[in-house]
């Protein structure tokens, strides 16, 4: 896996949290689940779409600036592996891309950020709930394949918030 | 003895560095991720002019609320956790430390740069912000706006406050609630979080 280096990313400056130049901030379980029912509840599948299309924005600009620092990072192997070895040194959980091609994909999510803490604070859900990571892989596709912001609609066919085994998300342009 | 934020902000990255096989990150009895401000601001201020007119729930008593349930419930665990007793536990004196030790840990999550301006215990607490993550990212996108914008900030200091002087955890929560006076987002030179006992007991959480 091509890992990010993290020793020398993760850094401060001054107040700032910085991951390769990204501003980035910590939570918890408790504020990310919170966010998400608090869209379901208020919004419906607005909220549900806001919540993929905040995920998609900031992936994308994210992986924009990676790949552009990361200049070494050429194939689109090890661009994936990059893009997995953040979403697992984030604390979001672990992903794995079974397909990649630009026009469709498949994906699979052992374990997950979202799902540990929705399953910790609501337990068992009768719908899908990983709206972030859905996003987040459409952000990252539209940058691996060079495609402008809400290209790629991503679904999600299984999810562990439902108990299902593993989390299944399809790729599509 | 005063708290050494700088030891905190050193466990947190070092702690965070630690993933288990499942890509999670148990820290401080709770589970973190790290993730891009411009997620966290444009859910945050999209939710906001999209109910507005719409939908009976005031956005920012909501989002403020979450803010504020997390905040209780996250620190909550942080000063159970082991991580606390190891570091911060040996650096406090008196009950107001904590206090001091959660904004540590506030800085060292990069929420912005949190300092206690003024406390009167189990009445008032005043919290200043420079560099609010909030503010900052509404000013970027929106330019200046009419009220406050950091509605994190906002329900994390409230919790401070349920923390310190509530009720024994969980029944304490929104026995304080914070106003931001003032706003970076506003054009306020900072931001700044005002916190006082609380009329309301209940909220949307």
């Known amino acids: 896996m091509t890992p990010l280096e993290w020793q020398r990313d993760l850094k401060r400056k001054g107040s700032k949290l910085l991951l390769s130049s990204i501003l980035i901030a910590m939570h918890c379980h408790h504020y990310n689940i919170n966010l998400q029912h608090m869209l379901e509840i208020t919004m419906g599948d607005q909220g549900i779409e806001l919540m993929y299309r905040s995920a998609e924005e900031a992936s994308y ?38 397909k990649i091609q630009s026009d469709c994909g498949h994906a699979i999510s052992p374990a997950s950020h979202h799902v540990t803490g929705w399953l910790a604070k609501h337990g068992r859900r009768d719908t899908t709930g990983c709206h972030f990571t859905r996003g987040w892989i459409a952000g990252l596709f539209e940058v691996l394949f060079g495609r402008p912001l809400g290209t790629y609609k991503v679904v999600e066919t299984a999810c562990k918030m439902m108990r299902n085994d593993t989390c299944i998300f399809e790729i599509m342009e | ?77 942080i000063r159970n956790s082991r991580e606390w007793e190891e570091i911060v536990l040996p650096m406090i004196e008196k009950p107001e430390d904590q206090l001091e030790g959660f904004v540590a840990v506030a800085v060292a999550f990069g929420w912005g740069d949190l300092q206690i301006v003024e406390l009167v215990p189990n009445e008032r607490l005043v919290v200043r912000a420079n560099e609010s993550y909030e503010a900052t990212g509404y000013l970027e996108s929106y330019g200046f706006s009419n009220s406050s914008k950091c509605y994190m900030l906002r329900g994390v200091c409230g919790a401070f406050m349920d923390l310190i002087y509530g009720e024994a955890y969980p029944e304490g929560c929104f026995t304080f609630s914070a106003i931001e006076e003032k706003c970076r987002a506003k054009g306020d030179k900072f931001c700044e979080f005002v916190v006082k006992k609380s009329f309301k007991k209940k909220s949307f959480f």
């Not at chain 1, 600009?61 to 984030?90: D, H, P, W």
């Not at chain 2, 002019?49 to 803010?67: C, G, Q, R």
């Open chain 2, 1 to 77: 003895m005063a708290i050494d934020g700088q030891k905190i902000i050193h466990a947190v990255m070092e702690g965070s560095r630690y993933r288990d096989a499942k890509g999670i990150i148990p820290l401080f009895g709770v589970y973190l991720s790290l993730f891009s401000v411009r997620y966290y601001n444009k859910l945050s201020f999209e939710f906001e002019t999209t109910i507005k007119d719409t939908n009976p729930y005031n956005a920012e008593t909501l989002l403020t609320d979450a803010a504020q349930e997390c905040g209780y419930a996250t620190f909550h665990g």
């Open chain 1, 61 to 98: 600009f994210m992986f924009k600036e990676y790949f552009r620092k990361y200049g070494r990072i050429k194939t689109l192997k090890s661009k994936i592996e990059l893009a997995c070895s953040v979403y697992q040194n984030c604390g979001l959980g672990v992903l794995h891309f079974l």
